[in-house]
């Protein structure tokens, strides 16, 4: 695994420390809401099924790749531009050091939307699945390349118990292997290497051979137009999480129109 993903792991494990002094398990536990949700899973699958194209606009201020991309940061105002131009949900990046997130803003955009939000992190610990339904997340990232099979099961059951819809996260041949046997129903394939940080736009489109079509695939990174999302849709993808392509671009709503050629 490449450093900085260690690094980030790392730092992560010691917020967790500090977040559980302030407030236990326990008492995140009795905060929970409701189990319902958004309905994150069945948009995906739906998509995918109509051949509907779905985007799961991604926020964030800043990424180990990119550096710093927006300097005036507002989330909740990113949000409603995102739901007014089209997205069909919201990837939101809650890490602090790397990506200068925040569990908050998750919050805060639930109050703002009404489309589902994914919460994106290095979920690493089950308190994290808790935390993010108490901060009003619809869905989690669960990354393959930095958890068990073993943890990948546990978490799916925690976060169904709460009422929390994930993707599993892939980026190789091994990790759709991996995937396809713990057997949930939404894959995400990352076209963005996480050892080097590289992208291959093939990826996903290379990957998606080694699945059953039964599962609801997600193409991430690297997508910036229509003609992108044109050549996945060949291969049976409708859903597609995008981030920079968006959020650097002059005009949120023509780029929308644009990838999406309406």
Same mark, same amino acid.
Request: glycine letters at 6%.
């Given at each position: 695994m490449f450093d900085l993903l260690k690094n980030i792991c790392r730092k992560k494990r010691d917020e967790l420390e500090i977040? @559980?002094?302030?407030? #236990?398990?326990? $008492?995140?536990? =009795?905060?929970?809401?409701?189990? =319902?949700?958004?309905?994150?899973?069945?948009?995906?699958?739906?998509?995918?099924?109509?051949?509907? &194209?779905? %985007?799961?606009?991604?926020?964030? =201020?800043?990424?180990? $790749?990119?550096?710093?991309?927006?300097?005036?940061?507002?989330?909740?105002?990113?949000?409603i531009k995102y739901e007014q131009s089209g997205a069909g949900a919201i990837s939101i990046l809650t890490e602090t050091q790397f990506f200068k997130g925040n569990v908050d803003h998750l919050s805060i955009i639930n109050q703002?939307?009404?489309?589902?939000?994914?919460r994106k992190d290095f979920i690493i610990d089950p308190y994290q699945i808790f935390e993010s339904k108490v901060y009003k997340a619809d869905a989690i990232l669960l990354i393959c390349t930095i958890l068990k099979d073993e943890e990948i099961k546990e978490f799916i059951k925690i976060a169904d118990d709460v009422g929390l819809d994930c993707i599993i996260e892939t980026h190789t041949e091994d990790e759709i292997k991996r995937s396809v046997k713990i057997d949930y129903?939404?894959?995400?394939?990352?076209?963005?290497?996480?050892?080097?940080?590289?992208? &291959?736009?093939?990826?996903?489109? @290379?990957?998606?051979?080694?699945?059953?079509?039964?599962?609801?695939?997600?193409?991430? #990174?690297?997508?910036?137009?229509?003609?992108?999302?044109? $050549?996945?849709?060949?291969?049976?993808?409708?859903?597609?999480?995008?981030?920079?392509? %968006?959020?650097? $671009?002059?005009?949120?709503?023509l780029t929308f129109k644009e990838l999406l050629n309406k």
């Open positions: 977040a @559980k002094k302030n407030c #236990s398990l326990a $008492s995140l536990k =009795k905060l929970l809401p409701e189990k =319902k949700n958004r309905g994150f899973k069945h948009l995906l699958m739906s998509s995918q099924k109509d051949g509907n &194209n779905n %985007i799961i606009a991604e926020i964030k =201020k800043a990424s180990p $790749s990119a550096g710093e991309i927006i300097n005036d940061y507002i989330p909740e105002d990113i949000a703002k939307t009404n489309i589902p939000l994914l129903p939404i894959i995400g394939i990352n076209n963005r290497n996480l050892d080097n940080l590289s992208i &291959n736009n093939h990826n996903a489109l @290379k990957l998606i051979n080694n699945l059953p079509t039964e599962f609801t695939i997600v193409g991430e #990174s690297g997508i910036k137009n229509h003609s992108d999302i044109i $050549s996945y849709n060949r291969s049976g993808i409708f859903n597609f999480l995008i981030g920079e392509a %968006i959020l650097t $671009s002059n005009d949120i709503f």
